[in-house]
């Protein structure tokens, strides 16, 4: 009996441990399930989010910009807005072109008659009818509309200011906001030549920048504060202030030339002139063209024969170029930006190599009794160039 009832109770036990193992076995499932099923649910979630966000992109994509902002679609876009445009006129019984409308001038004719005008002219008493297409529109606020009206080859601007309007301002606005780009009209009013749009243009710009103070700054020296010796200079007859060093001292070539380019700039040079002026009886000409007579601005700037180089240079560079009539200007005005960063330091030192190749040849026709070689001048400036860029 003993035996039988200890095999009933452990008969229980394995039963009731058995059910305690699938009890936790069926927790640990609902468990996974309930995770699986958030995945899905987020999952599911993200997805509808996103599909949203796609539509919301596709109908901002759609929705181009409509009658006022023609000026930014491209001509396919404009084509399809404007014959829906048409299309929707029509349909609501409107006539895109209603009549007919009297002209004075042709467009071409008005800008041979008031092209002539100053700036600011306004010819009231004038009335003008024209007539063309719309090819662009502008607006500096809704009281105020630019219109580009084009025909016959030519174009003109038209000014719509709801102060010279007969409607009100609101009547105004709504009226012009249906114009559109590409439409037919007619135009009645008075010449005038107009700088507002212009100059709204141009300080539009520029950028004020306000977190900066206001301050003094004194233009003639380099730390812009006012000095004595800055007043003096700029006051002086050919004070440093209008010299041109950076075009002297800054550039790679020879001391020797730079220093020569120095007593040209100045005009001190020994030419014929200077001989004359401290009273030696010499006949002034030009040792090179034996055509003018020698000063220092011909001899480096002007003679035919050094003419010849600075056409050479002009040409190397693919440029166009009026020399000043004197040396010092033709420095101070010598600047190289555009012919870029590369080629800047070449055209900068050329100047001085053509003074220094003239001055050279001058040397050997005047007291070496060579004769004139065009050949021999470039050879010369080829040279002294090659010495300077081989330097860099």
Known sequence: MEGAAEEAAKAILDLSVDGSSSETTSKKCSKKELKMKQREEEKKRKEEEKAKLAAAVSS?????????????????????????????QKAAGKNPYPHKFFVTLSILEYIKKYGALSNGDHLEDVTVS????????????????????????????????????????AEFSRFHSGVKRGDIVGVTGFPEIEMMEQFMLKIQAF??????????????????????????????????????????????????????????????????????????SLANRCFLCLAEAKTVDHLLLHCVMT???????????GVEWVLSSIVKEALLGWHGAFVGKIRKKAWQMTPLCIFWSVWKERYLLAFRNEVLSLQRLKHSLYVICGHGLGCL
Not at 65 to 79: H, L, N, V
Not at 307 to 317: G, K
Request: hydrophobic share 40%; charged share 25%; proline share 3%.
């Open 307 to 317: 003419r010849a180089l600075w056409n050479l240079l002009f040409s190397l560079f």
């Open 130 to 169: 024209l007539a063309g297409r719309i090819m662009s529109k502008r607006s500096s606020s809704s009281k105020l509309f630019f219109y580009d009206l084009h025909g016959d080859g030519a174009k003109v601007q038209v000014m719509a200011d709801a102060r010279s309007s007969d409607m009100d301002e």
């Open 60 to 88: 901002s994509k759609v929705q181009k910009p409509m009658a006022g902002d023609d000026e930014d679609m491209d001509p396919t876009q404009y084509f399809e807005n404007r014959v829906k445009y048409l299309a929707a």
């Open 207 to 280: 950028r004020v920048q306000r977190e900066n103070e206001d301050k003094m700054v004194w233009t003639a020296s380099r730390s812009g504060v006012f000095s004595v010796k800055s007043l003096y200079s700029t006051l002086e007859l050919g004070g440093s202030a209008l010299f041109p060093y950076v075009g002297i001292w800054r550039v790679y070539v020879p001391p020797k030339v730079a220093f020569f380019t120095w007593e040209a700039s100045w005009g001190k040079i020994l030419t014929l002139n200077q001989l004359q002026r401290r009273g030696y």
